[in-house]
């Protein structure tokens, strides 16, 4: 099974997932992203820091597609012991990381369930994960972030 949660921002999507790998005494591996500033950082989930795949300013987002791409296998390989994969999160910022996104599409046809966070756009390569046999996605709002939560608790294999 693997899930994403989409919806506005800052309604808890992230904070959930944190949630849900604390009730469960999951060992996490893949990747998170942090706007710090103005600088969007990629890092191995749970680590602070990162690398700096895009920035904004005057009014723009600048994407850095080859950094995207660089770090892909490192954060989407499955590490010995993990127990899930965490991706938080996908937008369009990876529209032009192709590598990126191959090896995406490539963990969902994996045996490691992955949990992670889809930006609500749409683009061929969103639309792809959400298409995905084995991908189930879950709206996120402020009145059923609860709800979603224990459902996902219920429902997942741990």
């Known amino acids: 099974m693997h899930c994403f949660l989409t919806g506005e921002i800052q309604v808890g999507k992230s904070t959930l997932i944190r949630r849900f790998l604390q ?8 990747f998170s992203t942090l706007w710090r500033g103005g600088e969007l950082l990629i890092a191995p989930y749970g680590k602070t820091g990162g690398e700096v ?11 850095y597609p080859a950094v995207f791409d660089r770090l892909s296998r490192a954060l ?5 012991g993990a127990d899930i994969l965490i991706m938080d999160e996908l937008g369009f910022l990876e ?8 090896q995406v ?4 046809d994996g045996e490691l369930s992955v949990l992670g966070v889809i930006k609500p756009q749409r683009s061929k390569f969103l639309d792809a994960v959400r298409a995905h046999p084995g991908v189930t996605v879950a709206e996120v709002t402020p009145e059923n972030r609860e709800d979603v939560f224990l459902r996902l608790c219920k429902e997942s294999k741990w």
């Open 23 to 30: 009730e469960k005494r999951l060992t996490p591996c893949g």
């Open 53 to 63: 795949a895009a920035v904004r300013g005057g009014g723009a987002v600048t994407a």
């Open 76 to 80: 989407l390989t499955p590490v010995p």
């Open 95 to 102: 529209n032009d990381a192709h590598e990126f996104q191959q």
């Open 105 to 108: 599409l490539a963990r969902l």
